[in-house]
């Protein structure tokens, strides 16, 4: 887990459902750019953008992860961070108003200004053994759901 204030340009990424807001520099002119979140998107943001550079973004539960995995296997370094760190750095610079892009600016700014943890995707057997976790879990709760609402039926006078 390394953590690098590498010379690479540096990309901020507001990542959501459908879009991703790109914000990057060229020279002193700042750029933006609105793309899908899928692999047409992805491969528009490295056409644009480049390969080899530093992408900034938040972790948006599972939103993010195709894009980290593509950048990742790009060459592109990766930095997932916990979105209250953003929020608290944009506090700090007193900023107000909220847009998507604006947020890719600021993630932006934050990987230009700070180092940043560099993402690296977990082994394919614990993301798999995390995937049956959750699905037990949401099986267990299924089934205590439904318990539950059997009881609470048979309490009734009349049943059918």
Known sequence: MMVTASLLPVVGLDVSKATLAVCYQVDDLVKH???????????????ACGAHCRFVMEATGTY????????????????????????RFIQMHLSKGKSDRKDAQWLLRYGQQ?????????????????????VNEQLLKQKTMVSNSLEALQRQPVTD
Do not use: M
């Not at 793309?35 to 056409?47: D, H, P």
């Open 33 to 47: 750019l609105e793309v899908s979140n899928n692999k047409a998107g992805f491969q528009q943001l490295v056409k």
């Open 64 to 87: 993010n992860l195709a894009l980290a995995y593509y950048l990742h296997e790009q060459g592109g370094q990766v930095a997932v961070l916990n979105p209250l760190v953003i929020k």
């Open 114 to 134: 700070q180092p940043v943890k560099v993402w690296q995707p977990d082994e394919t057997v614990l993301v798999e053994c995390r995937q049956l976790e959750q």
